[in-house]
């Protein structure tokens, strides 16, 4: 009987998810929200049934939207169904709400290296050598615009330099901007599932309120080491030269998040009103060249000196 059901289930998420691909592959005006729907048929599935059945339903997915898509649709499956998958087995595991989005994160992150290096071995397509393919034609159709305006470009030191070590950075930086995108998704992700697993049962999934983020004091500590190692002469081509770069993006980010969940926690304290950190971040993200290095610095003085231990004292 409960095999039964089982089977029943995954067949029915499977023709859910075959439909939210099939929107996004033919509907571009929908394809955006669908897109984000994928994973939450292995995510529901997986918490009901476990990671096994989840296995096997990934398994399914990526054979019949192969054979209904074409080879183009087995990264993106690949690609949610990791990712849904994991997010899926923490909820059915009983993990806390930040664990899960661990196990999310983790499962994108494996998911999407996984999909590109399926599409390099089935399409031969190289995402980084295309991406520098295409914007080194736009800078070069940039700059012969500008010879042709009169305009002289200085291949030593001009524009055409700057905007190859643009390029470059760019590339170096591929990986924090995975873990980013992985880190967005991840919680996309979780957050409607929550919704979704609340509203089928009488569960009560939740994330604590994001006043209460407090990020371990290490991160203070591996943010110093790797400023400090970032003034070393390094070769900018060198492997531990991308690193740094990447590690400082990645550790930055955490560092502003911990900044915005502090002036959440100072609005509450102070009962303010909700909307004054709505708009803190508004203004952050029109105003990011100030804004974003103080809101980072005060992350840093959160957990350095743990202010919200002494705002209770203070009471």
Request: with cysteine.
């Amino acid at each position: 009987m409960n095999q039964s059901k089982t089977l029943k289930e995954g067949a029915i998420f499977t023709a859910i998810y075959l439909v939210l691909i099939l929107v996004t592959f033919f509907l571009p005006i929908l394809a955006p929200i669908a897109s984000f729907l994928l994973p939450i048929p292995f995510v529901i599935y997986t918490s009901r049934q476990g990671m096994k059945p989840g296995v096997f339903m990934i398994v399914v997915t990526a054979i019949l939207s192969t054979i209904l898509f074409t080879l183009i649709s087995l990264p993106f499956t690949l690609l949610m169904g990791i990712g849904g998958l994991l997010i899926g087995h923490a909820i059915f595991r009983k993990r806390s709400a930040y664990e899960t989005l661990g196990y999310g994160i983790l499962g994108f992150v494996g998911g999407l290296l996984i999909s590109i290096a399926c599409t390099q071995l089935i399409f031969d397509v190289n995402f980084q050598q295309e991406f520098e393919a295409i914007a080194t034609e736009q800078m070069q159709t940039y700059t012969s615009f500008m010879e042709g305006m009169g305009l002289e470009s200085d291949e030593d030191g001009g524009l055409e330099t700057i905007l190859r070590e643009q390029i470059q950075l760019f590339l170096n930086l591929i990986p924090a901007f995975i873990a980013i995108s992985a880190v967005i998704l991840a919680f996309l992700v979780q957050w409607i599932s929550y919704k979704i697993l609340n509203r089928k049962g009488k569960n009560n999934y939740r994330f604590p309120p994001f006043r209460n983020l407090k990020l371990p004091a290490s991160i203070i500590w591996l943010y110093l080491i790797v400023i400090i190692v970032s003034f070393i002469n390094l070769d900018p081509n060198g492997t531990m030269f991308i690193a740094i770069q990447n590690a400082l993006i990645i550790l930055e980010m955490l560092l502003v998040i911990q900044g915005f969940s502090f002036i959440f926690y100072f609005t509450h304290y102070k009962k303010w009103s909700k909307a004054v950190p709505i708009i803190s971040i508004v203004l952050t993200i029109v105003f990011p060249i100030f804004l974003l290095y103080f809101v980072r610095i005060l992350g840093i003085i959160d957990i350095g000196l743990n202010l919200r231990e002494r705002l209770q004292k203070n009471k």
